[in-house]
T-cell receptor, first 113, second 114 residues
């Protein structure tokens, strides 16, 4: 079992669909993150949760809605997305908020038609 | 702005040779962490090496080492004895101790040729 697991690995959705991305970490960490990775752009931090509370919302459009029901699970709910939202969405976790490295999942490749 | 810059979008190296990837950053903080991450094609991003800014000694992990120049705000990665499995995109990143934010550079795609 890998440390950070993301499902689905690939998702194709229309602009009117509602879908969710799921992330699960098995490392006992207390902070979880969503990043967006687009071609030829730096990774963009979207959301940060620490101890299940959202501590960062980096000016992300409301069509992205995160949820962290417990310290091991993180969701990203998607609705009425735009084609420019097509990207690789990476989940990560860390022990603590200020030091140490992040551990990443393999990502969910999202295509919006 | 607190930025991380990788000026080499693409690089290539022959197998068994040495290659250096560049990274510079901008910060007004004195204490922070620096990282190099590796993302192989269609695979998970993994940590290659980390450096605490308060440590003067350069970090080393097997064939990977860094040249950390704090005054110049430079953090380059040297890969010795390059292997085909080193082919990947490499990201430099800086984490603020104060805010916890991890900021990434644009990445350098490294191709190791046989």
């Amino acid at each position: 079992e890998t440390g950070v697991t993301q499902t689905p690995r690939h998702l194709v959705m229309g602009m009117t669909n509602k879908k969710s991305l799921k992330c699960e970490q098995h490392l006992g960490h207390n902070a979880m993150y969503w990043y967006k990775q687009s071609a030829k752009k730096p990774l963009e931090l979207m959301f940060v949760y620490s101890l299940e509370e959202r501590v960062e919302n980096n000016s992300v459009p409301s069509r992205f809605s995160p949820e962290c029901p417990n310290s091991s699970h993180l969701f990203l709910h998607l609705h009425t997305l735009q084609p420019e939202d097509s990207a690789l969405y990476l989940c990560a976790s860390s022990q603590g908020m200020n030091t140490g490295e992040l551990f990443f999942g393999e990502g969910s490749r999202l295509t919006v038609l | 702005a607190q930025t991380v810059t990788q000026s080499q979008p693409e690089m290539s190296v022959q197998e068994a040779e040495t290659v250096t990837l560049s990274c510079t950053y901008d910060t007004s903080e004195n204490n922070y962490y620096l990282f190099w991450y590796k993302q192989p094609p269609s695979r998970q991003m993994i940590l290659v090496i980390r450096q605490e800014a308060y440590k003067q000694q350069n970090a080393t992990e097997n064939r990977f080492s860094v040249n950390f120049q704090k005054a110049a705000k430079s953090f380059s990665l040297k890969i010795s004895d390059s292997q085909l499995g080193d082919t990947a995109m490499y990201f430099c990143a800086r984490r603020s101790v104060n805010t916890g934010k991890l900021i990434f550079g644009q990445g350098t795609t490294l191709q190791v040729k046989p």
